[in-house]
Each structure stands twice: as structure tokens, then as C-alpha cells.
């Protein structure tokens, strides 16, 4: 079953069990900077949304521009289905819409896997045999060489972004985009694999790091890996119960320098809102 969800001149369908509505009326900011930032994208730029579920994010993020190029990747199968529905649905109200779907489960390590979740929201586990095996990112965008350079990198996928962005060491180097993804870690392998991205993207040139929490407001912007790190073992000690929970994870904005300044800006008008 799912239900309608109404966005600025259309609607998407979200699974009857999404929180997505209660979280963002309870939260004004839930969910909100990635369509705010959407706004400050040229038309023609290439945005990569990994676990795009339903298609929420395109449809975000269409509602303020819908002149870039959306590649929406999702492996979870009822999902991608609300996908390709909504994709249709946000394409009646934009009929330029360039929104490709792929279902595919992106990582560089996670493989043999199954897909598991409620309220939403899906996550890999493992099995003991079979599964799903995962492709690297940069071989899902060769596959698609009509697609401008990647503006934007997008992920999402509970608690293996590092994976992903582990796998597109070829879009990171040659396009240099503005990367965005989900730091939620619920295990030792997971909370490491966290600890060795961030030094990870520095090498390539990122050295910008805003944290959000998990509610959509600002809570740090830095340069320095040890005050990143202090906030990874913040939330690892609730993690542990041996802190009084306040967040649950934090979503991380990171660019190069180049782009500091044009940051600066998204981030004031966010503020302001």
C-alpha cells in the first residue's frame, strides 16, 4: 500500500509505513537542505542520488530545479517500483525532467547481501548465501556518458555510505563534486569504516566538512579531522549507552575548497529560513 505525499505542484507516493511527513512536521528543517540547495545548482548539472528510495530526495529537489540531471540509484525492489511511478508523477508536472532510474546496489565491499526495513527505509544485511551483489558507482556512471560531470553525490543507504563513496574514487577525482551523505553507524565495522573515509576524501582535495544532525539544523562546520572525529565518538558513546541520547546520526555536506565561498552563501539563505 502507500499514500500520497504532496510537494510544490505535485504529489509522490511514500510506503503506508513513511515517517516521512510526521518527521517533517515535527522537525521544520528534516529533510530540507538538499531542495535548498538544489536551488543554487545550474541547469544541465549532474546530481547522483544513491538509495533514492521513492524518488523523496528527486522530488525535493525537483520541486526548486528541475534543469538538472538526476541519476537515481535504489536496489530495494518495492521501492524502485514507487520510484519509477513517482518519476512519472514529478515528469507530468516538469515535463523536462531528466530523472534515469537504476536499481542496483552500489558499494565497493558490501556484497551477499539482503535488504531489510520498516517506516521507509531499507538497509543491507548480511546472508548466508545468495544475496545481492553490489557494482561500484563509477561503473554505474560509465554506463551513462551522455550525463554531464557529477555537481552533487548524494547517499543515503544506512550505515554503508562509506562503501559507496569508497566505489566512485573515479567520479571524486575527475568531476570534484559537492558530496552529501548519511554518517549513521550502529556497529564497530560500520563506525571504522566512517573513521577511514574522512581522511579518505581529505586526500582528494576535501577539506570543507559540514555536520548536520539528524534533524536537519547545522551543527559544525570545520576543516579539522580531530573536531570531526570528537563528533563521530559523540555519538558513539549513546550508541553504547554511555551517554544520554540526543541525535541519532549526522548527515555531512563536504566540498573543496573552490566551492567554500559559493557554501557560504547556501548556508546564510538556509539559515535564514
Same mark, same amino acid.
Given at each position: 500500500?502507500?499514500?500520497?505525499?504532496?510537494?510544490?505542484?505535485? @504529489?509522490?507516493?511514500?510506503?503506508?509505513?513513511?515517517?516521512?511527513?510526521?518527521?517533517?512536521? $515535527?522537525?521544520? /528543517?528534516?529533510?530540507?537542505?538538499?531542495?535548498?540547495? =538544489?536551488?543554487?545548482?545550474?541547469?544541465?548539472?549532474?546530481?547522483?542520488?544513491?538509495?533514492?528510495?521513492?524518488?523523496?530526495?528527486?522530488?525535493?529537489?525537483?520541486?526548486?530545479?528541475?534543469?538538472?540531471?538526476?541519476?537515481?540509484?535504489?536496489?530495494?525492489?518495492?521501492?524502485?517500483?514507487?520510484?519509477?511511478?513517482?518519476?512519472?508523477?514529478?515528469?507530468?508536472?516538469?515535463?523536462?525532467?531528466?530523472?534515469?532510474?537504476?536499481?542496483?546496489?552500489?558499494?565497493?565491499?558490501?556484497?551477499?547481501?539482503?535488504?531489510?526495513?520498516?517506516?521507509?527505509?531499507?538497509?543491507?544485511?548480511?546472508?548466508?548465501?545468495?544475496?545481492?551483489?553490489?557494482?561500484?558507482?563509477? @561503473?554505474?556512471?560509465? $554506463?551513462?556518458?551522455?550525463?554531464?560531470?557529477?555537481?552533487?553525490?548524494? @547517499?543515503?543507504?544506512?550505515?554503508?555510505?562509506?562503501?559507496?563513496?569508497?566505489?566512485?574514487?573515479?567520479?571524486?577525482?575527475?568531476?570534484?563534486?559537492?558530496?552529501?551523505?548519511?554518517?549513521?553507524?550502529?556497529?564497530?565495522?560500520? /563506525?571504522?569504516?566512517?573513521?577511514?573515509?574522512?581522511?579518505?576524501?581529505?586526500?582528494?582535495?576535501?577539506?570543507?566538512?559540514?555536520?548536520?544532525?539528524?534533524?536537519?539544523?547545522?551543527?559544525?562546520?570545520?576543516?579539522?579531522? /580531530?573536531?570531526?572525529?570528537?563528533?563521530?565518538?559523540?555519538?558513539?558513546?549513546?550508541?553504547?549507552?554511555?551517554?544520554?541520547?540526543?541525535?541519532?546520526?549526522?548527515?555531512?555536506?563536504? =566540498?573543496?575548497? @573552490?566551492?567554500?565561498?559559493?557554501?557560504?552563501?547556501?548556508?546564510?539563505?538556509?539559515?535564514?529560513?
Amino acid at each position: 500500500m502507500a499514500k500520497e505525499y504532496a510537494f510544490q505542484g505535485f @504529489s509522490i507516493l511514500l510506503p503506508d509505513d513513511s515517517m516521512l511527513g510526521v518527521y517533517q512536521q $515535527r522537525h521544520p /528543517k528534516y529533510d530540507r537542505f538538499l531542495p535548498h540547495l =538544489a536551488k543554487f545548482l545550474q541547469p544541465g548539472d549532474t546530481v547522483i542520488d544513491v538509495g533514492a528510495n521513492v524518488g523523496d530526495t528527486l522530488a525535493g529537489m525537483a520541486q526548486y530545479n528541475a534543469r538538472l540531471h538526476y541519476l537515481c540509484v535504489e536496489p530495494q525492489g518495492s521501492f524502485y517500483s514507487l520510484l519509477l511511478q513517482n518519476i512519472q508523477r514529478i515528469s507530468s508536472a516538469h515535463p523536462g525532467l531528466v530523472a534515469l532510474p537504476v536499481q542496483s546496489l552500489v558499494g565497493l565491499g558490501v556484497s551477499g547481501v539482503a535488504l531489510e526495513g520498516q517506516f521507509g527505509t531499507s538497509h543491507a544485511v548480511a546472508v548466508a548465501s545468495g544475496g545481492m551483489q553490489s557494482e561500484t558507482l563509477d @561503473s554505474i556512471v560509465a $554506463r551513462h556518458p551522455a550525463l554531464p560531470p557529477v555537481r552533487l553525490l548524494k @547517499s543515503d543507504v544506512d550505515g554503508f555510505d562509506y562503501d559507496v563513496l569508497a566505489s566512485a574514487t573515479r567520479i571524486l577525482q575527475n568531476d570534484a563534486p559537492l558530496v552529501f551523505f548519511e554518517c549513521q553507524y550502529e556497529n564497530d565495522a560500520q /563506525k571504522a569504516g566512517f573513521e577511514a573515509l574522512f581522511p579518505l576524501l581529505q586526500a582528494q582535495g576535501y577539506t570543507d566538512w559540514t555536520l548536520f544532525d539528524n534533524f536537519g539544523e547545522v551543527m559544525v562546520r570545520t576543516g579539522d579531522l /580531530k573536531t570531526i572525529a570528537s563528533m563521530l565518538q559523540y555519538v558513539w558513546r549513546q550508541n553504547m549507552h554511555g551517554a544520554t541520547r540526543t541525535i541519532y546520526y549526522y548527515d555531512v555536506l563536504c =566540498a573543496r575548497p @573552490s566551492d567554500s565561498a559559493w557554501i557560504d552563501r547556501v548556508l546564510a539563505s538556509y539559515h535564514a529560513h
